[in-house]
């Protein structure tokens, strides 16, 4: 079992940057895929990037290609998000996903089993 711990989420000013933190534990190999995804109420979860890990295969949302960046520490099973040019519209409670498995679509929510309590980020204009 695989547990996921988000943090870094917090209030930005647009047009600021956020280094999101997700720390996976409870396993003794590591997870095959991360990712992050991020939902508003009353909206579908997005994915937002993702990573083979050990492979360094990245993915991207459209919404945020230039200026945000999926990277991990293996010696601390961490991989962390870095969204730069933050917009209004970036603001949403933002998820950490690990999966064991390929998929061809690492950015749907459908695909990963292991999921994080999520860390709310506000971004103000």
């Known amino acids: 079992q695989v547990q996921l711990v988000e943090s870094g989420g917090g209030s930005v000013q647009a047009g600021g940057s956020l280094r999101l933190s997700c720390a996976a534990s409870?396993?003794?190999?590591?997870?095959?895929?991360m990712a992050w995804f991020r939902q508003v109420p009353g909206k579908e979860r997005e994915g937002v990037t993702a990573?083979?890990?050990?492979?360094?295969?990245?993915a991207y949302a459209d919404s945020v290609k230039g200026r945000c960046t999926i990277s991990e520490d293996s010696a601390k099973n961490t991989v962390y998000l870095q969204l730069n040019s933050l917009k209004p519209d970036d603001t949403a409670i933002y998820y950490c996903?690990?999966?064991?498995?390929?998929?061809?679509?690492?950015?749907?929510?459908?695909?990963?089993?292991?999921w994080g309590q999520g860390t709310q980020v506000t971004v103000s204009s």
């Open positions: 990573t083979y890990t050990a492979h360094g295969r990245t």
């Open positions: 409870g396993h003794t190999i590591p997870p095959l895929r």
């Open positions: 996903a690990a999966d064991y498995r390929p998929h061809n679509n690492v950015l749907w929510d459908g695909s990963y089993n292991y």
